[in-house]
């Protein structure tokens, strides 16, 4: 499904990704750690083409990213879904329309889309705000609206952006248990970062981490507290000494 081969990016001669290789099979959860700043949000800005890398290949399918047009670049956007990391609700729209929104943007009319909009958030327990606004929901509430926006047009493929940040651990705990709900109504193509490591191991098929631009782990989430790699170690365990 998603392939990256020697991915490069710097930002005024600083490297950001210097040579990231990894391959997401189709139907996977993949989630993705690291310190701050180590290019997690770069990489899947990459991935949907809104950022252009300096070198490599970046596959999703049979489409390289890396080298198509505007106009291929919106036709692969459109397989995937995206929750942003402050969650990037239009404060201006009630929210029925904020999760109705890629389906009208994509000409579906706007009837339709409200009715599957509101399927929507019964879904994922938000029933009965539809009218609100944004800034009358919590932090939970707006998490869930912005994950009902990201996965309504049920996208073959869905970025988690930080899912769980700010949130206290009762919602946490709900927050994964309705993607694990959505992961396995539609069989998708999951990509989670996250800085909460031990959610995000219960979570995710795979994981990796990148330091300092590359991925120093690639394999399965249950294994990667007894990675070889000191740096792995240090980052799951939280261990204060070492080479972070």
Known sequence: MIRMEGVRKAFGGRPVLEGVDVAIPRGNIWGLIGPGASGKSLLCKLLVGLVRADAGRILVGDDEVSSLGEDDLMRVRGR???LFQNNALFDFMTVERNVAFPLIRA???EEEALARAHERLRAVGLH???RKLPSELSGGMKKRAAIARAT????PIVIYDEPTAGLDPVTTS???EL??????ATGGTVIAISSDVDG????AERMGMLYRGRL???GRAEAIAEAEEPVVRQFVRGLLEGPL
């Open 200 to 203: 995000l191991r219960q979570f």
């Open 107 to 109: 000409g579906i009319a």
């Open 179 to 184: 993607l694990r709900a959505d992961h396995a």
């Open 80 to 82: 995937f879904g995206m």
């Open 216 to 218: 120093v782990w690639d």
């Open 174 to 176: 709900k927050v994964y």
């Open 128 to 130: 009965g705000s539809e």
């Open 152 to 155: 309504i047009a049920r996208p």
